[in-house]
């Protein structure tokens, strides 16, 4: 694995800090014979350009890096530092990211972080921008397995105790119940700026939500929406099971996989704990899988937001610009962690239908490339001011 970091020294050394710009260099394997052109050959076709990564996070690096090459030709120079830090196993580990923000923070301390891997600007089905949207927070990624162990026996003979059973209760258990309902200045903005566009009683609760969490009945209507669930509270929920070894033998093991997505502030120990009351059977085992990396909710910045919003409505007079917290995870969790507030801002406008990131025929439009090369060299222009 590879890592990158490039510094753009200002004039004079500034006493602001530095201004960290985000982008990871690897991409997600690709299997040739799956995909309708060459997944490793970037081919520019019916207003797209194909092949893994172009969207994930290729944009990224190349609008990054010829942005910093742009200016130094037109003989721009910041008043403050800017720095490139691009990792190499964002889809994976996150070894390097870690290792940019930890092993080498003296190169890559900054007052905040641009992510160019998440958020940016989105495109109704007619291709006119609908919104422009920030990731200042993730959830943590955590998962859990639950196992119960059994001496088993003939399956003529039944014992009162199986694994298979008691599992299946313990489940039940996690099923039932909910988290508390959280908030955040990250989601309270989302929900309040979502929910006229949502509308009816959905967008009616959101609003209610927004401007007192502790409304139940506003929470559990969100409860019941699969986008909306993620954003008000931690979540948990089984995703896979394996369990016994013969079809004429009492089962000696069962295992559940459980997959949390919890909300920034609580940690991966406190959900564990909680899960452990609930299934209230000290047999569970429980086993945590890998390293999870809980990360802070990034504050929102006025004076971060004010200049995405002056490069946004420059190109886009008047578009919403609305933050946000991710289910899933980016480099951005990692430099949160570490202490350096972070923002998903990529300069790519882009339709639902055209977001093929870590899937077949993986494309971006070229409007929407050469667009957000502009984004990003308009944007570190007022980032150096
Ligand atoms: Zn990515």
Redesign the pocket.
Known sequence: VAMLIARYHSETPSVNKPILLLA?MDIVDARPEDWERDPFTMIEEDGYFFGRGTH??KLGVTALVSSFIRLKGEGFTPKRDLILAFSGD??TGMETTRALVTTYRELTDAEYALNA?AGGGHLDESGDPSSFVIQAAEKTYATFELTIRNPGGHSSLPRSDNAIYELAGALKKIEAYRFPPMINDVTRQYLLAESEAKGGAIGEAMRDYATNPNNLEAADTLYDIPDLVGVTRTTCVATMLRAGHAENALPQSATATVNCRIFPGVSVETIMERLQTIVENAAVEFQILGEPMASPASPLLDGMILKIEHVVHTAHPGLPIIPYMAPYA?DGKEVRAAGIPTYGVSGLFIKSSDVF?HGLNERIPVKGFYDALEYWHDLMIQLGE
Do not use: K, L
Request: no cysteine; proline share 0%.
């Open positions: 990871h994930d996070n964002e889809e891997d980016t990131a």
